[in-house]
């Protein structure tokens, strides 16, 4: 296979607060292969944003820092990289789609002088070509009357168009990843539903990578080709996104697929795991999913299982699974 | 089975002030003439967008806010003109679980303290006996006792939410309101909640109106569903009815927008244009019209009232217009 994207090795991320240190992500692995679209699934206080804003270094430090790891983007380590070339891939090779449209737009500009601004940060045109440019990526996103909308404030429009704003934008200069946190947690349904499929369509036909990040299993087996599980700042699982649906080998993810309700089967009572996401200050020792698995034994409680290869392309971080070289 | 519940035509407009002299320039018409009714022992599921009226519909019907028009009826009685010490004896019966635990809890207050004050106003218990009572319901709402000396912010938005369920049943209720109680929370918590609400409901017999926006949510509590969009009920069916056979095109709309989690079952989501209009300046005619990807000529114009289609499933729609569907059915 070729090189990957974007690769993510032995990641972690603390955050030092006056309660304690707390390991938002431990050893995290993640890759991206070009034109693919990963999806990034967990509960709350996972990690899930935290991995996403250290592609960028949007970390704050203090309180937080990148403890180790390295993250290759394109064979090059943004880790290590100057503010300089940082300043040249954000925005431009890696763009970001927040999850609420209006925090991060600027209310006090119009959407044209906005998107302008992005264009011709990153890109050696003028004014009058940028504007173009604006025109047709709103286009593209299907946004009616796109002239109009550009001499617009924020706060004009609706969730919806702000979120398909924010994806014209972040696509207006040809980025080779997406990284999309969230991206239509705060819209209703059928908002959500349009949005979705614009992405889909532009992202498919631009040919763009994703990191695609949401806790809606739904969202993630429409739109992504492979899925990251991730808890309590541990990956737990990856794998094609078929093989993760129909066959979950991590007892987490297993748990997490049958405690959604479900439209087409009749599910009754639900499955519950039971008990509480454990905080990340003092986590759990072991696997941090062991106080609440069903299938703990001995090692769960001690040693940390490491991601393992059960099928091609299916990664398992659980002592269920031991490696070739554990196994007796 | 006897009605619980009953809301006869409700209509509730909220003015907005504005201009000069800060007089009442437009209405926001949050509920415009619904009727609901919620037998014993059943759940009510009402879903509908963010704006559509849901909320408001549940604060209504408990005498939270009081209704323009209409009335509310409780075993009979109608509930919107009482005042007083014949309110808060009707209350009791009727109560409510919050959507965010974190805000409806206060954070100063034991959960003893909390959880017990619903038998102090009501003069219901005194002293030990209140907290006899709180011990009881805490276990029932899967909590210790000792939780009971703690204060909200030890708690996990599930707990918390299971304090706001206790707080809820302590006064022995007939009927209660869930304002979507677990959008708040995560999934693995979420199904926690939903199977404890639903092992509640076979256990006492109470009455629930549970108000959602997640439609699988809803398919998973109720017995009968009502959708509602921007003030008016849409369609109104038993579940297996509703999500085998939806009628409105809002309500398939919104059945085909929901992400399934199952991958192979992929298509395409977006199957609606444009956003819900404001509920300050409803579309004429049907509600639904701008969006609607089978508007007929009549749409644009006439209203369409909620009919019987088919048995027991109500659908306000012009495709559904009484005789007309009767021709197409049996052709």
Known sequence: MADPLLSIKNLSVQFFTYQGVVRALEEVDLTIQKGEVLGLVGETGCGKSVMARSVLRLIPDPPGKITQGEILFKGEDILKVNRKRLREIRGNEISMIFQEPMSSLNPVFTVGDQMEEVITLHQEVDRGRAKEICIEMLQQVKMPDPERVLSKYPHELSGGMRQRVMIAMELSCRPDLLIADEPTTALDVTVQGQVLTILDDLVRRIGVSVLFISHDLGVIAQLCDRVSVMYAGQMVETALVGELFADPRHPYTHGLLQAIPSIDEERDPLMVIPGIVPRLIEPPEGCRFYPRCTKRFNPCDKIVPKLVQVNPGHHVACHLYPRESEKS | ?331
């Open chain 2, 1 to 331: 089975m006897n009605p619980v519940i009953e809301a006869i035509d409700l209509v509730k407009y909220f003015p907005i002030y504005g201009g000069l002299f800060g007089r009442k320039v437009e209405y926001l018409k949050a509920v415009d003439s619904i009727n609901l009714t919620i037998y014993q022992g059943e759940t009510l599921g009402l879903v509908g967008e963010s704006g559509c009226g849901k909320t408001t519909v549940g604060y209504l019907i408990l005498n939270l806010l009081r209704p323009d028009r209409g009335k509310v009826l409780h075993n009979g009685v109608d509930i919107t003109t009482l005042q007083g010490n014949e309110l808060q004896r009707v209350r009791r019966n009727l109560q409510i679980v919050f959507q965010d635990p974190q805000s409806s809890l206060d954070p100063r207050m034991l959960i003893k303290k909390t959880v017990g004050y619903p038998l102090e106003v009501n003069r219901l218990a005194r002293g030990n006996e209140v907290v006899t009572r709180v011990k009881n319901i805490l276990g029932e709402v899967g909590l210790d006792e000792d939780h009971m000396y703690r204060y909200p912010h030890e708690f996990s938005g599930g707990q918390r939410q299971r304090i706001g369920i206790a707080r809820a049943l302590i006064t022995g209720p007939e009927f209660i309101v869930f304002d979507e109680p677990t959008s708040a929370l995560d999934v693995s918590v979420q199904a926690q909640i939903l199977n404890l609400i639903k092992e509640l409901q076979r256990r006492h017999g109470y009455s629930y109106l549970f108000i959602s926006h997640n439609l699988s949510v809803i398919k998973h509590v109720s017995h009968r569903i009502a959708v509602m969009y921007l003030g008016k009920i849409v369609e109104s069916a038993s579940r297996l009815s509703l999500f085998d056979r939806p009628l409105h095109p809002y309500t398939r709309a919104l059945l085909t927008s929901l992400p399934k989690p199952d991958p192979r079952k992929r298509h395409t989501l977006g199957v609606l244009s444009g956003d819900v209009p404001s509920p300050v300046n409803v579309p004429s005619g049907c509600r639904f019209h701008p969006r609607c990807p089978q508007r007929m000529e009549e749409c644009v114009h006439l209203a369409p009232s909620l009919a019987e289609a088919e048995a027991d499933h109500w659908v306000a729609c012009h495709h559904y217009g009484f005789t007309d569907y009767q021709e197409r059915r049996s052709q």
